[in-house]
T-cell receptor, first 114, second 113 residues
Framework: NAGVMQNPRHLVRRRGQEARLRCSPM?????VYWYRQLPEEGLKFMVY????????ESGMPKERFSAEFPKEGPSILRIQQVVRGDSAAYFC????????????FGEGSRLTVL | QQQVKQSPQSLIVQKGGISIINCAYE??????FPWYQQFPGKGPALLIA?????SEKKEGRFTISFNKSAKQFSLHIMDSQPGDSATYFC????????????FGTGTRLQVTL
């Protein structure tokens, strides 16, 4: 499967725990984006990364959320001390060219905070 | 100023009918307008996209109409089929950051037999 791979697909955490979501972009894509989808809402941009660099994190909450895209391995979205309001679907997307516009999305990671 | 408003929230269309979904934007710097289709449990997939140098773009049964002066664009699905039942999102972005999309809130389309 040459598509964007996300795991886990479903994650359940208790309040205060950490959630770690992983994303492997499509082959040949060096631009990675994380979007969050709350129930009955559209997707909201969170962060844009290239290898080893955070390019735009204007959509990331100021606290508890962080993202990385290391030289080797998948991009990781990390949520510390989760709260119920973090329950959402988190989608990763990748593109070959940031200015081209076409994003390829993964199937998402659905986080439930108890 | 980054908002994209989408309507209707849900839509039921008979098989063979025309589905129409509308979006309006505020930021005049937006110049890339894609539509994404999302099936339950899946990620969004790009359906069709338009830039403001044209007023209409057609791909198969899917057509985007664009009205720059009104800051509105719409998706028309001709001869709607049950397999078209999905949630449709309009989006917008700007030159240079076209992949940083501002999404509408989505339209849940159901095509009945």
């Amino acid at each position: 499967n040459a598509g964007v791979m996300q795991n886990p697909r479903h994650l359940v955490r208790r309040r205060g725990q950490e959630a770690r979501l992983r994303c492997s972009p499509m082959k040949g894509h060096s631009h990675v984006y994380w979007y969050r989808q709350l129930p009955e809402e559209g997707l909201k941009f969170m962060v844009y990364l290239q290898k080893e660099n955070i390019i735009d994190e204007s959509g990331m909450p100021k606290e508890r959320f962080s993202a990385e895209f290391p030289k080797e391995g998948p991009s990781i979205l990390r949520i510390q001390q989760v709260v119920r309001g973090d329950s959402a679907a988190y989608f990763c997307a990748s593109s070959r060219d940031h200015s081209a516009g076409e994003l390829f999305f993964g199937e998402g990671s659905r986080l439930t905070v108890l | 100023q980054q908002q994209v408003k989408q309507s209707p929230q849900s839509l039921i269309v008979q098989k063979g009918g025309i589905s129409i979904i509308n979006c309006a934007y505020e930021n005049t710097a937006f110049d890339y307008f894609p539509w994404y289709q999302q099936f339950p449990g899946k990620g969004p997939a790009l359906l069709i996209a338009i830039r403001p140098d044209v007023s209409e773009k057609k791909e198969g049964r899917f057509t985007i109409s664009f009205n720059k002066s009104a800051k509105q664009f719409s998706l028309h699905i001709m001869d709607s089929q049950p397999g078209d039942s999905a949630t449709y999102f309009c989006a917008a972005s700007m030159t240079g950051t076209a992949s940083k999309l501002t999404f509408g809130t989505g339209t849940r389309l159901q095509v009945t037999l």
